[in-house]
């Protein structure tokens, strides 16, 4: 049996893909982040979606993950079942952190504020701080 009898179907070379494209896809990945940037800055307490921030920045984040994943980790042009691994495991941490993020506001209710009366005699208990 000879060197060149296994069933290896592998290319010789990786993938070559042009030097604009991943320019293109550079700017694309730099545009989301100030994207992301602008969307930490903004208040969008005005239209009573306070959680509309990290909701905006995790799908930019998930954005580009695949982009790097497709294009500079070469999974475009690689066998699909490890596109599908990727994608399935961003859609897995999604689920967990959405499934996070709604826990979070079940009990914001019984959260006692730093800045509240019993925090600031507890403190003044410990000898941390006094009261205000």
């Given at each position: 049996m000879s060197t060149h009898d296994h069933e290896?179907?592998?290319?010789?070379?990786?993938?070559?893909v042009p030097v604009k494209f991943l320019v293109f896809i550079c700017a694309i990945l730099l545009v989301l982040t100030a994207v992301t940037v602008w969307v930490s800055k903004?208040?969008?307490?005005?239209?009573?979606?306070?959680?509309?921030?990290i909701w905006i920045a995790m799908g930019v984040a998930c954005i580009k993950a695949t982009l790097v994943g497709l294009f500079f980790m070469h999974l475009k042009w690689d066998r699909s079942f490890n596109a599908l691994l990727f994608v399935g495991s961003i859609?897995?941490?999604g689920i967990f952190m959405a499934m996070t993020i709604i826990d979070t506001s079940e009990y914001q209710d019984a959260i006692i504020p730093g800045d509240s009366e019993p925090v600031q005699l507890k403190l003044k208990e410990l000898g941390v701080a006094e009261p205000h």
């Open positions: 290896d179907h592998h290319v010789e070379g990786g993938h070559i903004v208040d969008f307490q005005e239209i009573h979606i306070n959680e509309l921030n859609f897995f941490v």
